[in-house]
């Protein structure tokens, strides 16, 4: 196992409205693993090497040319210090009536939900405050029924895969390709109670148990695309399929890739300027 970098770069960002979610975007297509954002701003984070400032460096020329009055600034924070940053802003995130997200140091008896999903902050890793995330959960909450074996691609901190067996799904096997999440995902395992159930692999050619009954995937368009193809036959006939990371501009051509698999759309939903599917597998 590759040990997790103790210190990170982080680049602060402001650019008009427009040209905002194509930068972040951008960000997290150069390998960024942390956006937050923050009023007008947004931060993204990379770890420390020595390709960082090469990295910035790109980066800083694609925001300038989107928008020539940007801001951006940099700073090297510690793990430690990122992470107590997450407690000025990551809050209990309801999701539906059933279903709420809670960051650790929340007690859980205090809120009504039936199902309370538990997440440690860690750099880059989903705690349920972004959209794409927030939409996949919703959905989650709706199809999953008990007894599903789930295929969760890109899991990050495992807060779709958590959910899913807190739901009463029977397994989950949870694909990640960054090192970096493990020691985020076993604590919230623990954090959740799951001591069995979870089969995480940290591979870029995973080993797959089809056919499983439901497929859930929340990664940006940039890596999503080119990897979707791989998981066409993973799901049986008539399981679900939740595809989502997505900006509506990119429905149309998202569409027509899904066109290429055994999935049929059933319904769509948004949130601000994201999108995410439910499909059905034919």
């Known amino acids: 196992m590759i040990e997790a970098t103790s210190q990170w770069v982080s680049a602060d ?34 770890p420390l090497d020595n390709e960082t400032q090469l990295i910035l460096n790109e980066l800083k020329t694609f925001i300038m040319d989107l928008d020539n009055s940007a801001k951006i600034s940099q700073d090297v924070v510690d793990r430690e210090n990122w992470n107590k940053n997450w407690q000025a802003f990551f809050k209990p995130t309801p999701i539906t009536d059933q279903l709420i997200i809670l960051p650790e ?118 890596r999503l695309f080119p990897i979707l193809p791989n998981f066409f036959d993973s799901v049986r006939s008539g399981g679900k399929v939740i595809v989502s990371g997505l900006l509506q501009t990119e429905d149309m051509e998202t569409r027509e890739l899904l066109t290429k698999s055994p999935w049929k759309v059933l319904k769509t939903y948004t949130k601000n300027e994201w999108i995410a599917y439910l499909c059905e597998v034919e």
């Open 105 to 222: 140091w929340e007690a859980p008896e205090l809120f009504l939900h039936t199902i309370k999903t538990r997440i440690r902050p860690a750099m880059a890793f989903g705690t349920g405050t972004h959209e794409t995330t927030q939409l996949c959960l919703e959905i989650l909450d709706k199809v999953v029924q008990g007894g599903e074996r789930v295929l969760d691609v890109g899991t990050g901190s495992g807060i779709l895969g958590i959910t899913a067996l807190l739901k009463g799904a029977s397994e989950v096997d949870g694909l990640e390709n960054d090192p970096l999440t493990e020691e985020n995902i076993r604590d919230n395992l623990n954090l959740n109670g799951i001591q069995s159930g979870f089969h995480l692999q940290i591979s870029e050619t995973p080993v797959l148990n089809p056919p499983y009954d439901l497929m859930v995937v929340n990664i940006i368009r940039a």
């Open 13 to 46: 960002i402001r650019i008009i409205d427009q040209h905002r979610e194509v930068a972040m975007d951008f960000a997290m297509a150069l390998g960024g693993l942390a956006i937050v954002e923050k009023d007008d701003v947004f931060q993204v984070s990379y």
